[in-house]
């Protein structure tokens, strides 16, 4: 039962960015929360850089509704295919799961391409067969990062 | 199980797509099935603009016979990696849930490139643990569809 | 049960050849097992080229070692994503299944591209909720793999 929750959650993650859902991506992720998003180059390096982070969820909301007001800009579509979990740990309810993921971008002309690779590394409360986010680290292997990665990843 | 068997079927969508199986991607879909590919912009905008349609499965099999006979002209191999599928409902064994695509077409000097990205709403009707499609919506990303849209996505 | 053993074998393969653990990658498979990878083109011709080939756990661990002596020259992360399980047999505990991988790579400036697209053929022998690899063809859609493969798929 817990993977499909998991399975679920990740699913409905990449749908709710993908359908400009925003407002109800910000409701996957518990009140106490952490969002962060770094490159890979920095990480393996012991780099501080972070590219966006929200430790609490109303971070999150004032990110989105930041957004709203000056989405005009690039507009474009994300599309997210995200692999298989890989659980690492289960404890006290708390799942700690890695997923990589891919995510192509469809500008106003129809056109996709390749916009970010890399992982999710997660970690989830599960309770009542429903999944809640407590942390999403995104480590893109993709460094450059255009237009001020302006939706998350 | 249900879900086991939902995942399974499209599985074996992409693969039987993938494999040049298209009579045995046919035979995944119930007599009374529809089957149409739209573009994500056309369907945000309310446009009727349809791809490709399909309304039963003799379609479907007219479809695949007259691709059988003119496939020469673009030959080119499809893969279709899927993600997680996201379920929207369960009502009297039929489920409906969602799932994003990517499809990369490689050419015969083989070379991969991506070729459209999107998702999927399926409705399946599961018995016995195993699902049939009832209706496939491929919402199309990828706007640019060459080579009129000769195989199915 | 099997199907979760199955999903995290392919999870925890993506995830090591991606996180450069080559080492663990070499240690989900069985002491006596099969790794090959061919191109799609030469299968569908029956032609017998194969463009990496070891048929014990040895050769998979001498392979990882002198990749360990070179890998200097074409520095890069990979990333796999890889989609659903399409289970072929089961027979005496061991699952036969076929997975579309789409593979990614990255190079030191932080671009990524497309490397390769296909497929794998898998037999995983479960044991104990455990499932560890008897042998991996992968067929290879895109047939130009640079490098000398250096790495595996």
Known sequence: MERVALSDLM??????????????????????CDYRVVTRENTEQGLPNVLMWCDNKNMLRDRVESYRQVNEYNPHYDRHVIGPLRLLAEKDSVATFEAAYSLFQTDLEGNSRLFSVGRYRVEARVAGGVAKLKSVLVVADTGAIPSLLATPI
Request: glycine share 4%.
């Open 11 to 32: 699913a409905e993650y990449g749908m709710a960015l993908d359908e400009d859902r925003l407002e109800e991506w910000v409701e996957l992720f518990e009140e106490e």
